[in-house]
């Protein structure tokens, strides 16, 4: 059974770092490409980050760009999000998803809640 | 990256049918065969429904369909059922086929009444 769960959310200072993590298992981790996507309290899904299958390729949306890394170690099955200067409006649940362009997404975790706040 | 433009809202009895209309750009929706719709209930994560446009994810019924004419990409559920209840969100690829960016619609409340 495929199975995504996240952790790392929680509450940080605007301007803040955190990394969040999505630990993977239940398939071949290494051979797919991975993404991370957000949902602001009440509001609608936004892309945030894809990564390729190896993680040679990584790609941004621009509200995030220069501010987050993702990054994966395949030998541990797990992908990052590492979240740097953060602002108010990065508040949101994130949400970890396997899949890509061919297969939608198709798998996502539960989500972690990570609040931006004074 | 602008966000796909979704009706906020849309109904229909049980029995009925319903469609949602998913309008994007030359750039996305218009300029690949890559929309996927997904269905989230309050406070769970997205479920995948449709993906490449037409084709079902695994498990879902054939109550659901998906096309797409010219920027704009649809989403019909047929024979609406109380569980068909849902938010619904299209999304599409966007930008060349070497740089990778998703868009995602503003999102329907589909009610059955």
């Known amino acids: 059974e495929v199975q995504l769960l996240e952790s790392g959310g929680g509450l940080v200072q605007p301007g803040g770092s955190l990394r969040l993590s999505c630990a993977a298992s239940?398939?071949?981790?290494?051979?797919?490409?991975m993404s991370w996507v957000r949902q602001a309290p009440g509001k609608g899904l936004e892309w945030v980050a894809t990564?390729?299958?190896?993680?040679?390729?990584?790609y941004y949306a621009d509200s995030v760009k220069g501010r987050f890394i993702i990054s994966r170690d395949n030998s541990k099955n797990t992908l990052y999000l590492q979240m740097n200067s953060l602002r108010a409006e990065d508040t949101a649940i994130h949400y970890c998803?396997?899949?890509?362009?061919?297969?939608?997404?198709?798998?996502w975790g539960q989500g972690t809640l990570v609040t931006v706040s004074s | 990256q602008s966000a796909l433009t979704q009706p906020p809202s849309a109904s229909g009895s049980p029995g009925q049918s319903v469609t949602i209309s998913c309008t994007g750009t030359?750039?996305?929706?218009?300029?690949?065969?890559?929309v996927s719709w997904y269905q989230q209930h309050p406070g769970k994560a997205p479920k995948l429904m449709i993906y490449?446009?037409?084709k079902r994810a695994s498990g879902v019924p054939d109550r659901f369909s998906g096309s797409k004419s010219g920027n704009t990409a649809s989403l019909t559920v047929s024979g609406l059922q109380a569980e068909d209840e849902a938010d619904y969100y299209c999304?599409?690829?966007?930008?060349?086929?070497?740089?990778?960016?998703?868009?995602f619609g503003t999102g329907t409340k589909v009610t059955v009444l």
């Open positions: 998803a396997r899949g890509d362009r061919y297969s939608g997404w198709n798998y």
């Open positions: 490449e446009v037409t």
């Open positions: 990564i390729s299958a190896s993680g040679g390729g990584t």
């Open positions: 999304s599409s690829i966007a930008g060349s086929n070497n740089f990778v960016v998703y868009v």
């Open positions: 239940g398939f071949t981790f290494s051979t797919y490409v």
């Open positions: 030359s750039s996305d929706v218009g300029g690949y065969n890559y």
